[in-house]
């Protein structure tokens, strides 16, 4: 099936022929539906409410933890293009009418002086067209202001990634989300020296944007905060591409009969997070962040977030090193260990077994990377929802699904899909530490039958896309997981360009 030119591009690539073998059975049987035991809510306990209290001690004891070596890092994903944020603009060039006519093109243009970009643009437009913003707008020149906007003559928006482009206007600056993921982090994941440590998941085309970004304005926020910045990036490694197939599930190709590769999504980046040396990372989205006015509920529970993963850690390991201690474990300490797997991480067994199996289960279970998942109250926002998932072995455990691993054919299935009461906003705190100190494996804990298939375009020929499992769905299908409600304030992404207009942003 595969020519030598193949298997050079492969080998390249860093891409096995098994994996290729596996990606295009994939095609052929497609992926099975996750199996849906129950809703996750703060109803059945599987989405925690916590007290003020229990705010208060979590908090505490995030400060304490934060007294101790243990290294933090802030991973955000930040190689998405902003082309999406702009697609109703992009659509407004393509029309034959000149002036805009929908809502969200009157929405842009009558409150245009109000997006933090609109100096720059007012520059671009007197640059390309020796008129000002208002003065084409005045002359229904809308088109030109709308290219200066997008186009590489101007500030080339509709090709920049979403974390370089101006997000938020202060009196004294303009910041784009990479300078506000900066300073939130400081705000939460600074440990007493000062340190700070970001890392940035970028595309190759904008790496040298973003150093740019980071090496200009870093000095000055040491300075002010008090703070030692340490950023870093990395890039979707070509070996998570995935191979496309035609509509017969056989390999795609050219017009030169080269393999056609796309990129696997956010959940190739599972590699990334592996190669990150840290003892806790905060994940969050690049198009999540506000001003300074409105931080403090998303600092707030950041830290709320990570006192309680210290704590079920701390928890946690305590268990393991009982527990491993075969010979000794008494009667206590397993229906300890039981009521902690079933209370705090919502894990259930089917089957029967003996003292023995118990103690091997608990050790297995227990013995993985942890997760805690602030989740917000369905509001009607789009995003994955937590659920109570059944595996192949019959156990049930908390996962974040997107629809598409839903059975939405089953009407139960479906029914309990719409029944969700929360939804996943990648608000993730985790620890990727064994309790002998060692560094899991993130890969070992992927489920590989979580991807999905789409179906796309390459010069005018459909063809199949694989996606891997997603980044917080099946890629960490198999951590342990604890569900928080968190407030919608601490929600506030930008996936179109007028959602700047929002309060959370002016």
């Known amino acids: 099936m595969f020519s030598a030119n193949d298997l050079e591009i492969l080998k390249n690539k860093g891409i096995s022929e098994t994996q290729i073998t596996e990606q295009l059975n994939f095609f052929r049987t497609g992926f099975p539906k996750m199996r849906i035991k129950d809703i996750a809510s703060a109803e059945n306990g599987a989405v925690l409410v916590l007290s003020e209290k229990a705010k208060s001690e979590f908090m505490a004891d995030w400060k304490n933890y934060l007294k101790t070596n243990g290294k933090i890092v802030k991973f955000v994903p930040a190689s998405g293009a902003a082309t999406r944020m702009f697609k109703g603009l992009f659509e407004f060039l393509e029309k034959e009418t000149e002036e805009p006519s929908t809502t969200e093109e009157l929405i842009f243009f009558n409150h245009i002086e109000n997006f933090p970009f609109y100096e720059d643009l007012n520059e671009a437009c007197f640059r390309n067209d020796n008129h000002s913003v208002k003065e084409l707008i005045d ?17 080339n928006y509709g090709a920049l990634p979403k974390g370089l482009i101006k997000f938020h206007a202060y009196p004294s600056e303009k910041r784009t989300p990479v300078q506000e993921h900066l300073l939130e982090g400081a705000l939460y ?11 940035f998941t970028v595309s190759s085309e904008h790496l040298s944007l973003f150093k740019f970004l980071i090496e200009t304005e870093i000095p000055k926020y040491e300075q002010r905060y008090g703070m030692n910045f340490s950023v870093d990036f990395s890039e979707q490694k070509p070996s998570t591409d995935t191979l496309a197939a035609d509509m017969d599930n056989n390999p795609f190709r050219d017009d030169a009969g080269n393999l056609v590769f796309r990129p696997g999504g956010h959940g190739a980046l599972i590699e990334n997070l592996n190669d990150i040396d840290a003892d806790i990372i905060f994940i969050k989205n690049i198009d999540n962040v506000v001003p300074d006015k409105m931080k403090a509920p998303t600092v707030e529970y950041k830290k709320v977030l990570a006192g309680l993963l210290v704590d079920a850690q701390s928890q946690i390991f305590d ?56 989740v917000v109250r369905n509001l ?68 590989k039958q979580t991807g999905f298939i789409s179906q796309k375009s390459y010069k005018g020929k459909e063809l199949k896309a694989l996606e891997l499992p997603g980044l917080w769905n099946g890629a960490m299908s198999n951590w342990n997981t604890i569900f928080v409600e968190v407030p919608i304030e601490t929600f506030n992404p930008v996936k179109i360009v007028n959602d700047l207009l929002r309060e959370q942003h002016q």
């Not at 090193?321 to 260990?337: F, R, T």
Request: hydrophobic share 35%; charged share 25%.
């Open 319 to 374: 268990y393991l090193k009982q527990l491993n201690k075969k010979e000794e474990v008494c009667d206590e300490l397993i229906e300890s260990a039981k009521a902690f797997c079933h209370n705090m991480l919502n894990i259930y067994e089917q089957d029967e077994m003996s003292r023995e199996e118990w103690i091997e289960f608990l050790i297995q279970k227990f013995n993985r990377p942890i997760r805690i998942c602030g």
């Open 139 to 155: 002359a229904k020149n809308y088109k030109s202001i709308v290219r200066n906007l997008l186009e590489k003559q101007g500030l």
């Open 189 to 199: 994941a600074g440990n007493t020296n000062g340190d700070v440590n970001i890392h």
């Open 380 to 447: 009607g926002e789009p995003g994955g929802g937590p659920f109570l998932v059944f595996d192949a072995k019959n156990v049930s455990s908390p996962q974040i699904l997107e629809s598409s691993q839903i059975d939405t054919k089953d009407p139960l299935q479906a029914g309990l899909m719409s029944a969700s009461t929360h939804f996943n906003p990648v608000d993730l705190v985790c620890a990727v530490r064994n309790y002998q100190g060692e560094k899991f494996n993130l890969l070992n804990y992927v489920d």
